[in-house]
Structure formats: C-alpha cells, structure tokens
C-alpha cells in the first residue's frame, strides 16, 4: 500500500543502503505538511495496474515519472526486504516510490548517492531555496571580492573582521528567529484549516535541513552525529521557563545516536516542565526514532550552515506568484564569457518585460502602474551527476568531473545592453594596440587573447571603460540551483544574459551529448540545456529569447554581426567546468578567496598584475 492509516510523519522515513540521505531528508522535511497539501499530491496512485506517477519540479516546469511496483530488495532474517528506502512500520511505500522514481529521473539509483537536501526539497516542491551560514565561515561568495577592493592595514582589517562578526551574529538570531516562526514546538496541525506542519501557515511553509561542518567531524562523530550525512530540521522552540533554545534534528536512518544535552538518556535536562513545553504534554516519553534534540549552542557548534527552501513563495507578500521560465544553452556560438569580454555579445540572451493585467482600450496590454516591480530570478542547471558518474563506470570512482558549472546572469536595460555589445573596431598595428602587446595584457578592449594572438581586433581603446567596470551579474552560480531578487521599472526594456565563467565550450559537453543516461533522455524537454531561467513575480512577465527579427530595433545590428576567426577559436575551444583565473589559467581552491572583474576571475597574487596591465598609462613615461 502506499500510504498508511492517518497521516504521514517524519518517522516514516527510514533510509536504506543507498547513500542518498539528502533526499530521505527532504521526505522527512515534506512529512511535516498536512498530506493534502503536498505529499499525496506528489504520487499518482495507479496500483491497481501496478504503476505509480510521481510529479518533480525540473527545468522550470513539473513533470511526472512514471514507475512500476517493482522494488529491488534483499533477504534479510529470511524475509524479502526493500534494499534502499524502507516502508513504514505499517508498510507504507511512498517514501520507496518517490525514491524509485527519482532515480529513474537521474538515470540509476546509484546517480542520486550524494547531494544537499535542500536541492532535493526544491524537487520536490518547486520552493525557493538558499544557504545560510550560521558562524561566520568562509562561504563561497564571502571568498569573493571586487576590484574595488584595495589591501588595508592591519587596523582596517581588524575592524572589517569585527563588522563582519558582527553581521554574522545579527545572521544566526535571524534563522532562529526564523526556525521559531516556521517550525515551532510543539507541532499541532489540527489548528486550523490552512495550518501546516508546527501551526505554519500555508504561504509561509518552508523546510530546513542542515549537515556537519567539514571542519567538526571528529568531535561530531565522539557526540553522535554523522559527518557527511543530511538531516532535516523539524523543529525549534524557546523554553519560558529557562529561557534555553531547543532544536530538533532528524537522521533520516531513523536512529540517531546523539549523546550530548537532551539526549534521550539525559534525565536531567529532560523535566516535566521542560516535557510540557516541548511536546505539549509531560509523560510523553523523548522520541528515539531518529530523532535528536540539541541546545541551539551545540548546534551552532557542529553546524555552520542552514539551508532554507521557502515551499509556497510570494511575491511582494501578496498574491499568487507567476512563473515564467525558458531554456538556454553554451554551445560553440553562444559561449562569450563575461562582459568584460568583447565575445559576451555572443551569450545567449532573453528579453524581459512586466505586463500589466488589464487592457487598454485597444486591448493592447499597457502598464498601469509606475512602481517598481520585485522579480525573484531564479538560475539552474541540469543535475551531471549521471554524467560524470557513468564517466567512471568500471573504475570505481566518482564525479571526475565537477558536477556544476561556474556560470553568471546578469540584467541589463536594453540600451546598457545594446552599448555593451556595440563595436569598437581599430586597424591593427595602431599604437595604442601597440603599447598593450609590449605591455603583455591579455585582454584588449574586453577581448580576452591568446598567447599567440599577435594582432587585437575591435577595440579603439586597450583599456575598459569605467562604466562598463561598474556593471556586476545579478547572480552567480557555483552550484544546481541559485536565486536572486531583483528590482526593476515596470516601464524599461531588460535584457537577461546568461554566460559561462569564461569563453569556451564545457569539457564535459562530449560526455553530456553522447551518454545514454544524459540529460537529454532523463529530462524530456527535448535539445539538451545547459540553464534555465526562471522568473517569479506578482505581476505577468513576458521573457523571451532575443533573435535577429523581432530584436532588430532594440539592439541595430552590432548582436548580429558574425564572430572574427579569433572570437569563433575562443568560443569553440575546451574550457573546465569550474573557473580558473584568466591571467595564470589555475584553478581556485575551495573558498579560496579571488576577485571579479570583467574579465574573468583572478587570485589574489595575480590581481596586481591585473592592474598593472590595465591601468592607464603616461604617454610621456609610460
């Protein structure tokens, strides 16, 4: 059977053999909401003919998975048992369904070993979703600065280090804040019609899950918990009586061997009154399936990051929000880089307008309004798990390739637009060129060269302007899925881009093309993708990709004019999924801090060389 009498619960997880805790952390998550508001909507019962729908939210758009009754299983103390997740006490199958059918859609079970629960809840879901961190530790877009910023003396370092502490303290009372108001204890769903899971309301659901930090899996592992692993947050509550904060954590085992304050085995802790706060009645007994209930200081002390997937977003607190999304892809044609780049011209981009609802007289739609318009972007990119994984077969290793790919999206007005990616066309052999060979720069103009380039093209200037050294993405991405809010006027004309971190087809473009388990047959969207936009907002968007006909008067002809021989070697040559800097072509290590400029990114010891070559020189000293 697929589902049990009454309704189901965070304790019918219980992972298998597999190793996907992530996602039996996201079931876990998902239990907390009333069954009609998300769970039973997710499977479509067909058992009668043995078959199963399951619905995801992939590529911008949900879509449904359809599998057979068939579970692989093993024996054990002679009874057939489920291998990977396993039913109920009761034998409730839906958290083996949803499985299956998940990996069905990443190609093998043994793709979807590895991963984060939160991107698995926005699978789920549809939710928007964000890291946040909790003590201050170098996340990878703390390790990024800006050109901007020059070296300080230690003194303005030190206050720097202060306000930032200072930030990340403000940051963590903010989740717990947050925690308490979503997934308050003690849990009561019947409170009314609308109510979810801990007394949420229906538009402020949102699920929490959370993993070791790297650097405390010694002393996780004397007190319990399991490094590397994902559990899902159920619930957060403030004492009256002490005043101490409680968090409750859940291993999607469904055994949790917790051993420091509020563990089950702490009677001390565990009083009548403390009882009655927690769960609403003092004999209950502390939970063991699984569970494990923890001082918010020992928490902060093991985790250092949270990630948030808001499931029923809004828009402007009101209203239902409308979605937009469109597919894109890098190919050798449409892989300029960043915009510093004289190739970023090249990148596949979409026009973005706001519609108003009503009509005008003519039934021309018009804009009705002049406030401005918060828009949710969201940028993803197909799970390469299957991909890399199938790479390996044989060898017993995994993810030779890095699973994401370092890609930015910016949002341009279209005259910005069209400004940026005009021509700037100079005859070869001018002195200014001249000065920027002998200076050795690798990039003229905003063209990145290569070192056997000898003549620059399109550039009357081998220096960046100073407003196109202002312009910043709306985002980057350095993971599957990423979000960002923007600000725009219902009146203007935008111009989204996407582009990789630099010009060049991916190294993994053979394998993605060419396995059988590829995005292409898993996602059944058709061509392959390599992105998707997704707009979210309160008021009709119109988001559309740009091509030479309808585009013609917004940006002339400078879009579509061919790429030089050079540019067209740029695009087409092999580049490696993660960002290396452009002036020593190494790669950054994890949380090494590095700068963005327009170019590209650089590391900290190449960044003078950077300015250097690029700052304006005296044309009587040089």
Same mark, same amino acid.
């Given at each position: 059977?697929?589902?049990?009498?009454?309704?189901?619960?965070?304790?019918?997880?219980?992972?298998?053999?597999?190793?996907?805790?992530?996602?039996?952390?996201?079931?876990?998550?998902?239990?907390?909401?009333?069954?009609?508001?998300?769970?039973?909507?997710?499977?479509?019962?067909?058992?009668?003919?043995?078959?199963?729908?399951?619905?995801?939210?992939?590529?911008?758009?949900?879509?449904?998975?359809?599998?057979?009754?068939?579970?692989?299983?093993?024996?054990?103390?002679?009874?057939?048992?489920?291998?990977?997740?396993?039913?109920?006490?009761?034998?409730?199958?839906?958290?083996?369904?949803?499985?299956?059918?998940?990996?069905? $859609?990443?190609?093998?079970?043994?793709?979807?070993?590895?991963?984060?629960?939160?991107?698995?809840?926005?699978?789920?879901?549809?939710?928007?979703?964000?890291? +946040?961190?909790?003590?201050?530790?170098?996340?990878?877009?703390?390790?990024?600065?800006?050109?901007?910023?020059?070296?300080?003396?230690?003194?303005?370092?030190?206050?720097?280090?202060?306000?930032?502490?200072?930030?990340?303290?403000?940051?963590?009372?903010?989740?717990?804040?947050?925690?308490?108001?979503?997934?308050?204890?003690?849990?009561?769903?019947?409170?009314?019609?609308?109510?979810?899971?801990?007394?949420?309301?229906?538009?402020?659901?949102?699920?929490?899950?959370?993993?070791?930090?790297?650097?405390?899996?010694?002393?996780?592992?004397?007190?319990?918990?399991?490094?590397?692993?994902?559990?899902?947050?159920?619930?957060?509550?403030?004492?009256?009586?002490?005043?101490?904060?409680?968090?409750?954590?859940?291993?999607?085992?469904?055994?949790?061997?917790?051993?420091?304050?509020?563990?089950?085995?702490?009677?001390?802790?565990?009083?009548?009154?403390?009882?009655?706060?927690?769960?609403?009645?003092?004999?209950?007994?502390?939970?063991?399936?699984?569970?494990?209930?923890?001082?918010?200081?020992?928490?902060?002390?093991?985790?250092?990051?949270?990630?948030?997937?808001?499931?029923?977003?809004?828009?402007?607190?009101?209203?239902?929000?409308?979605?937009?999304?469109?597919?894109?892809?890098?190919?050798?044609?449409?892989?300029?880089?960043?915009?510093?780049?004289?190739?970023?011209?090249?990148?596949?981009?979409?026009s973005l307008r706001m519609?108003?609802?009503?009509?005008?007289?003519?039934?021309?739609?018009?804009?009705?309004?002049?406030?401005?318009?918060?828009?949710?972007?969201?940028?993803?990119?197909?799970?390469? #798990?299957?991909?890399?994984?199938?790479?390996?077969?044989?060898?017993?290793?995994?993810?030779?390739?890095?699973?994401?790919?370092?890609?930015?999206?910016?949002?341009?007005?279209?005259?910005?637009?069209?400004?940026?990616?005009?021509? +700037?066309?100079?005859?070869?052999g001018t002195e200014s060129?001249?000065?920027?060979?002998?200076?050795?720069?690798?990039?003229?103009?905003?063209?990145? $060269?290569?070192?056997?380039? !000898?003549?620059p093209v399109e550039s009357?200037?081998?220096?960046?302007?100073?407003?196109?050294?202002?312009?910043?993405?709306?985002? +980057?991405?350095?993971? +599957?899925?990423?979000?960002?809010?923007?600000?725009?006027?219902?009146?203007?004309?935008?111009?989204?881009?996407?582009?990789?971190?630099?010009?060049?087809?991916?190294?993994?473009?053979?394998?993605?093309?060419? !396995?059988?388990?590829?995005?292409?047959?898993?996602?059944?969207?058709?061509?392959?993708?390599?992105?998707?936009?997704?707009?979210?907002?309160?008021?009709?968007?119109?988001?559309?990709?740009?091509?030479?006909?309808?585009?013609?008067?917004?940006?002339?002809?400078? #879009?579509?004019?061919?790429?030089?021989?050079?540019?067209?070697?740029?695009?087409?040559?092999?580049?490696?999924?993660?960002?290396?800097?452009?002036?020593?072509?190494?790669?950054?290590?994890?949380?090494?801090?590095?700068?963005?400029?327009?170019?590209?990114? !650089?590391?900290?010891?190449?960044?003078?060389?950077?300015?250097?070559?690029?700052?304006?020189?005296?044309?009587?000293?040089?």
């Open positions: 059977k697929v589902w049990h009498e009454g309704d189901v619960q965070p304790s019918d997880i219980k992972q298998g053999l597999l190793g996907d805790c992530y996602l039996m952390a996201a079931c876990a998550s998902i239990a907390l909401l009333p069954p009609e508001y998300l769970v039973r909507d997710l499977i479509i019962d067909e058992s009668d003919v043995g078959l199963f729908g399951v619905k995801f939210y992939f590529a911008g758009r949900w879509m449904s998975v359809a599998i057979d009754d068939w579970f692989p299983c093993i024996i054990s103390g002679g009874v057939l048992r489920p291998c990977f997740a396993q039913p109920s006490s009761d034998g409730a199958l839906w958290t083996c369904i949803i499985e299956k059918a998940f990996a069905k $859609l990443m190609g093998s079970f043994e793709a979807i070993i590895g991963g984060e629960a939160v991107d698995a809840q926005n699978y789920l879901c549809a939710g928007d979703i964000e890291t +946040r961190e909790l003590n201050g530790g170098a996340s990878l877009e703390d390790c990024v600065t800006t050109e901007d910023i020059s070296a300080s003396s230690s003194t303005q370092r030190q206050r720097e280090k202060l306000s930032q502490q200072g930030v990340k303290q403000d940051e963590a009372e903010r989740i717990w804040l947050e925690l308490c108001d979503r997934v308050p204890l003690p849990r009561d769903r019947s409170a009314s019609s609308i109510a979810i899971g801990g007394g949420q309301r229906a538009d402020a659901a949102a699920f929490f899950s959370c993993a070791v930090a790297s650097s405390k899996t010694s002393a996780a592992a004397t007190s319990g918990l399991n490094a590397q692993h994902q559990y899902s947050i159920l619930g957060a509550i403030e004492l009256v009586s002490s005043g101490e904060r409680i968090i409750e954590l859940r291993d999607p085992h469904g055994k949790c061997e917790w051993n420091g304050v509020f563990c089950p085995s702490d009677t001390r802790s565990w009083t009548s009154a403390v009882k009655r706060e927690v769960f609403g009645s003092s004999k209950l007994n502390v939970p063991q399936s699984g569970c494990a209930f923890m001082r918010w200081a020992d928490f902060r002390s093991f985790f250092d990051e949270i990630g948030i997937c808001l499931a029923f977003p809004q828009a402007q607190g009101q209203g239902v929000v409308r979605r937009e999304s469109v597919l894109g892809r890098f190919d050798a044609h449409s892989s300029g880089g960043k915009h510093g780049l004289a190739t970023f011209k090249f990148n596949p981009a979409f519609l108003a609802r009503k009509r005008s007289s003519r039934g021309k739609r018009h804009v009705v309004s002049d406030e401005r318009v918060r828009v949710k972007v969201t940028l993803s990119q197909p799970d390469t #798990r299957p991909i890399t994984r199938s790479d390996a077969a044989g060898g017993g290793a995994y993810d030779l390739l890095p699973a994401w790919e370092d890609m930015y999206l910016y949002c341009l007005t279209a005259s910005t637009y069209r400004k940026l990616t005009a021509p +700037r066309t100079v005859a070869s060129s001249k000065q920027s060979i002998r200076a050795g720069t690798s990039r003229l103009g905003g063209m990145l $060269l290569s070192r056997q380039q !000898t003549q009357s200037d081998p220096y960046l302007p100073d407003w196109v050294r202002e312009i910043s993405p709306a985002l +980057r991405l350095r993971r +599957r899925l990423g979000q960002a809010e923007l600000d725009l006027d219902p009146q203007e004309h935008y111009v989204l881009v996407a582009c990789p971190w630099g010009p060049g087809v991916s190294d993994a473009t053979g394998a993605e093309r060419s !396995t059988t388990n590829g995005r292409t047959s898993i996602a059944g969207v058709g061509n392959s993708w390599d992105f998707c936009i997704t707009l979210h907002a309160s008021t009709e968007v119109q988001l559309s990709p740009l091509d030479s006909d309808k585009s013609a008067e917004l940006l002339g002809q400078s #879009r579509w004019s061919q790429p030089t021989t050079e540019q067209r070697r740029l695009m087409q040559s092999l580049r490696p999924r993660q960002a290396c800097c452009f002036i020593c072509d190494r790669g950054f290590g994890h949380g090494e801090a590095h700068y963005e400029v327009p170019e590209g990114q !650089t590391h900290l010891q190449c960044y003078e060389d950077y300015r250097k070559k690029t700052a304006r020189r005296c044309l009587e000293c040089g």
